[in-house]
């Protein structure tokens, strides 16, 4: 089993659509999280930190459940530049290596 | 503020050839240093990772390998390609003693012929 899992979508959603994707993750020594966003031929880039009291930037909300061990991502009002892949990222501290990215869920917009 | 370099943007090399990927930071001391894998549809795979100058821990068995001879400089390198070496290769850094998230470099992309 992966540490981090992820739906790989394809989501295929209208312009002005909601759309939630869900991450789990196996480690409960996890303490960080994030999402990422990745762009066709681009490197990832940071969307949000994940934090446990949720939090939200603009049309983007960001969930964490330490009991159930996932992590969601809504997205409101879709755009046709919110099309990309949507990475999933768990960090534990004081092991260099222990960020563990997800498979990333494929989000396309429509118009 | 910091910034990552990668060079080159973009390769094409024989399968037997050598290969060097250069990374480099700016703007911050000391950091973690990874590099990571990408196959045309796939996830990232973490290949090497440096917490110091000459400290490099590998994560899966391959006939690439890396170098950290200055604090904010990593090297991917191979002596010889396969063809399945081609794919996106991307440097990130992080903070180190943290769990702050990372920043990636903007990735070469690598075709092996």
């Known amino acids: 089993r992966k540490e981090v899992e992820q739906d790989p979508g394809p989501f295929n959603v209208p312009e002005g659509a909601t759309v939630a994707f869900n991450c789990t993750y196996s480690?409960?020594?996890?303490?960080?999280f994030f999402w990422y966003r990745q762009d066709c031929r681009k490197e990832p880039k940071l969307l949000m930190s994940?934090?446990?009291s949720g939090n939200e930037d603009g049309r983007f909300t960001a969930q964490l459940n330490r009991a159930s061990q996932y992590i969601s991502l809504l997205i409101r009002d879709s755009k046709l530049s919110d099309s990309a892949t949507y990475l999933c990222?768990?960090?534990?501290?004081?092991?260099?290596?222990?960020?563990?990215f997800g498979s990333g869920t494929r989000l396309s917009i429509r118009p | 503020s910091q910034t990552i370099h990668q060079w080159p943007a973009t390769l094409v090399q024989p399968v037997g050839s050598p290969l060097s990927l250069e990374c480099t930071v700016e703007?911050?001391?000391?950091?973690?240093l990874y590099w990571y894998r990408q196959a045309a549809g796939r996830g990232l795979q973490l290949l090497f990772y440096?917490?110091?100058?000459?400290?490099i821990s590998s994560e899966v068995p391959q006939n690439l390998s890396a170098s950290r001879p200055q604090d904010r400089q990593f090297i991917l390198s191979s002596k010889k390609l396969l063809l399945s070496d081609s794919g996106f290769y991307l440097c990130?850094?992080?903070?180190?003693?943290?769990?702050?998230?990372?920043?990636f470099g903007p990735g070469t992309r690598l075709t092996v012929l």
């Open positions: 990130a850094w992080r903070a180190a003693q943290t769990t702050d998230t990372q920043y």
């Open positions: 480690n409960s020594a996890s303490q960080s």
């Open positions: 994940v934090y446990s």
């Open positions: 990222v768990v960090s534990r501290y004081s092991s260099a290596s222990k960020i563990i």
């Open positions: 703007g911050t001391s000391n950091p973690n």
């Open positions: 440096s917490v110091g100058i000459g400290q």
